[in-house]
């Protein structure tokens, strides 16, 4: 979108930036995030989910009494939205890996192999569970691993108003899927329950990444009283520029660059950025996501002032 603007245009368009100003901030539409991480919940809703979450834990614990011998200490070590592949990270085989699906999106529930080998140990009726190394499941460990934490995960998925099926054992990279099998509907995104369980041998982590996790409705933003602007200049398009950030780069490396190279630039992660209006810089911004498409998320509109 591009216009000139004469000089009272100018300064009518400074006028309404200023007023603005005056004003309480609208509600961000666009969520600041890091790459890997596909956010979508705002924080407050996450803030909400955490501690909705901790209340339920006893009642999810419990769902694993038949399997312990009596319901584990069970507690919430995190609760973050993160990108689907971050579920191998860490995993070495064989690991011990329970697959499931939510309305045919693929999820997975993570426990440390020992931990899990050790709780098989007690559900098939070992008066001491075997302390060793992680190993294959055997044919009936396989069958019943899923059967053992199919009612603790739909427990903790219902308090998500999600529905599990198609649990299976994994233990093999090859076999434990990708987020890209559930169709058309197919996202990255996984909400990540991260539970520390007290089982037969002390401690462990088991991490469940739950897909179909959205946001709640919003409600509408209420409008503002800004102030107006001349009626000749309301329907005035405007370029917009976001400056990314620049680099000094020599001639013998510019002319040197092959596909795959990167050239840092000024901009640390997360930074500011730089909106330029008319090519005058005027608003301040943070780089997100909105619709799956990149957006900046206004943090100023203070303009800079002008050296002397």
């Known amino acids: 979108?591009?216009?000139?603007?004469?000089?009272?245009?100018?300064?009518?368009?400074?006028?309404?930036?200023?007023?603005?100003?005056?004003?309480?901030p609208r509600a961000a539409q666009v969520e600041s995030?890091?790459?890997?991480?596909?956010?979508?919940?705002?924080?407050?809703?996450?803030?909400q989910l955490r501690e909705g979450l901790r209340k339920a834990l006893p009642e999810i614990a419990r769902e694993l009494s038949p399997a312990m011998r009596g319901a584990p200490a069970m507690e919430l070590a995190e609760l973050a939205e993160v990108h689907a592949e971050t579920v191998t990270q860490g995993l070495v085989e064989p690991f011990a890996v329970l697959r499931f699906e939510v309305d045919r999106q693929p999820g997975w529930l993570v426990w440390e192999c020992k931990a899990a080998l050790a709780t098989l140990d007690v559900a098939l009726g070992a008066a001491e569970p075997t302390d060793g190394s992680a190993r294959t499941f055997t044919n009936i460990e396989r069958g019943m691993f899923p059967?053992?934490?199919?009612p603790m995960l739909a427990r903790l998925a219902e308090h998500f108003d999600l529905a599990t099926t198609n649990l299976s054992s994994v233990q093999t990279f090859d076999s434990?899927?990708?987020?890209?099998?559930?169709?058309?509907?197919?996202e990255p995104q996984r909400l990540?329950?991260?539970?520390?369980?007290?089982?037969?041998?002390?401690?462990?982590?088991?991490?469940?990444?739950?897909p179909g996790v959205m946001p709640t409705a919003r409600?509408?933003?209420?409008?503002?009283?800004?102030?107006?602007?001349?009626?000749?200049?309301?329907?005035?398009?405007?370029?917009?520029?976001?400056?990314?950030?620049?680099a000094d780069v020599p001639l013998a490396q510019l002319l040197a660059?092959?596909?795959?190279?990167?050239?840092?630039?000024?901009?640390?992660?997360?930074?500011?950025?730089?909106?330029?209006?008319?090519d005058q810089p005027s608003?301040?911004?943070?780089?997100?996501?909105?619709?799956?498409?990149?957006?900046?998320?206004?943090?100023?509109?203070?303009?800079?002032?002008?050296?002397a």
Not at 1 to 24: D, H, I, K, V, Y
Not at 259 to 276: F, M, N, Q
Not at 283 to 307: V, Y
């Open 33 to 47: 995030r890091q790459f890997d991480r596909p956010n979508r919940l705002p924080a407050a809703e996450l803030a």
């Open 219 to 246: 409600p509408a933003l209420r409008a503002e009283k800004v102030a107006p602007l001349p009626a000749h200049l309301t329907e005035v398009e405007i370029e917009l520029h976001a400056r990314l950030g620049d």
């Open 257 to 278: 660059l092959e596909v795959g190279d990167v050239i840092p630039l000024g901009l640390l992660a997360g930074g500011e950025l730089e909106v330029l209006v008319e």
């Open 192 to 210: 990540c329950v991260t539970l520390g369980i007290e089982g037969p041998l002390g401690a462990s982590t088991l991490r469940v990444f739950l």
């Open 1 to 24: 979108m591009t216009g000139n603007l004469t000089p009272e245009e100018t300064r009518a368009l400074s006028l309404a930036f200023a007023a603005g100003e005056a004003q309480t």
């Open 176 to 186: 434990i899927g990708h987020w890209r099998q559930g169709g058309d509907k197919s």
């Open 283 to 307: 608003l301040r911004a943070t780089l997100g996501r909105k619709d799956q498409h990149l957006a900046l998320r206004i943090t100023s509109t203070k303009r800079p002032k002008r050296e």
């Open 147 to 150: 059967r053992m934490l199919a």
